[in-house]
C-alpha cells in the first residue's frame, strides 16, 4: 500500500511557488525604479531590504515546510545562498559544513530545527551546523537564550500539544520528521550553548 500524499507539505510547496515569482518581479521593479530615480533614498532601500527578505523567508520556508521525496538533493551552494540571504541584517549568523549535496529530507530536518534555534536566540547568537559520516550537529551559542522548556519538549514527544500555535510549528513537526527518517534527536540545552544531534 502506498503511504498518503503529506498534503501539508503539498499546500506549503504550492504557496512558495505561487509567492515566489511575485516576489521576485517587485525586486526587478525596485531595481528598475532605482535605475531610473539615480541615486536611492531609505525609502527605496527599505522596500528593496523588505522584498530581498521576503524572497529569503519564502525560500526557506519551501525548504523547511515543502513536499520532500526520498530521492531528492539539494545542493550545498543552495542552502548557502538561502541561509546567506536569509541573516542580511539578522542577528543570527549561520555557519554550514557539509558535503556538496545532500538529500533533501535531511536539510529539511535541519531547517526545521534552525527555526526551532531562532526561538531560542530571540536576543541574536550565532549557529554552526555540520554533517558528517557519524550524522548531524547543530550547535547554537548566545550570551543570553530564550529557552521554553515546553517547547523543546515537544521535540521528544510523539504526538504534538493542542495548545501550539502558527509560530510554534516547526516544533510540532520535528518528531514526525526524525520518524520519517529513522533518527533520534539528542538534545543537550545549557546556558549559553544548545548543541542538537541527530
Same mark, same amino acid.
Given at each position: 500500500?502506498? +503511504?498518503?500524499? +503529506? @498534503?501539508?507539505?503539498? !499546500? ?6 505561487? &509567492? ?22 531609505? /525609502?527605496?532601500?527599505? !522596500? ?16 523547511? $515546510? ?19 540571504? &536569509? ?14 549535496? %545532500?538529500?533533501?529530507? /535531511?536539510?529539511? &530536518?535541519?531547517? @526545521? ?14 549557529? +554552526? ?15 543570553? %537564550?530564550? !529557552? +521554553? ?5 515537544? @521535540? ?11 509560530? =510554534? ?8 520528521? &526524525?520518524?520519517? =527518517? ?6 543537550? !540545552?545549557? /546556558? ?5 544531534? $541527530?
Amino acid at each position: 500500500m502506498q +503511504d498518503k500524499p +503529506d @498534503l501539508a507539505a503539498l !499546500i506549503a510547496s504550492r504557496i512558495c511557488h505561487d &509567492l515566489i515569482g511575485p516576489i521576485g518581479a517587485v525586486g526587478n521593479g525596485v531595481e528598475l525604479l532605482a535605475m531610473d530615480a539615480g541615486k536611492p533614498g531609505p /525609502e527605496m532601500a527599505l !522596500i528593496s531590504e523588505s522584498v530581498a527578505n521576503a524572497n529569503a523567508r519564502i525560500r526557506f520556508f519551501r525548504i523547511s $515546510f515543502g513536499a520532500a521525496t526520498g530521492d531528492q538533493r539539494i545542493a550545498r551552494s543552495e542552502v548557502m545562498s538561502v541561509l546567506t540571504d &536569509l541573516t542580511r541584517g539578522g542577528r543570527i549568523s549561520y555557519a554550514w559544513n557539509s558535503v556538496a549535496d %545532500l538529500p533533501r529530507r /535531511e536539510v529539511r &530536518l535541519a531547517f @526545521l530545527l534552525l527555526q526551532c534555534l531562532e526561538t531560542a536566540l530571540a536576543y541574536g547568537g550565532k549557529v +554552526d551546523v555540520s554533517r558528517d559520516e557519524t550524522g548531524w550537529t547543530v550547535t547554537a551559542e548566545a550570551t543570553r %537564550l530564550k !529557552i +521554553d522548556a515546553a517547547l523543546w519538549e515537544v @521535540l521528544t514527544e510523539l504526538r504534538a500539544p493542542a495548545e501550539i500555535g502558527a509560530g =510554534q510549528v516547526h516544533f510540532a513537526l520535528v518528531p514526525d520528521e &526524525l520518524a520519517r =527518517q529513522g533518527r533520534r534527536l539528542v538534545t543537550e !540545552i545549557g /546556558e549559553t550553548v544548545i548543541r542538537l544531534t $541527530f
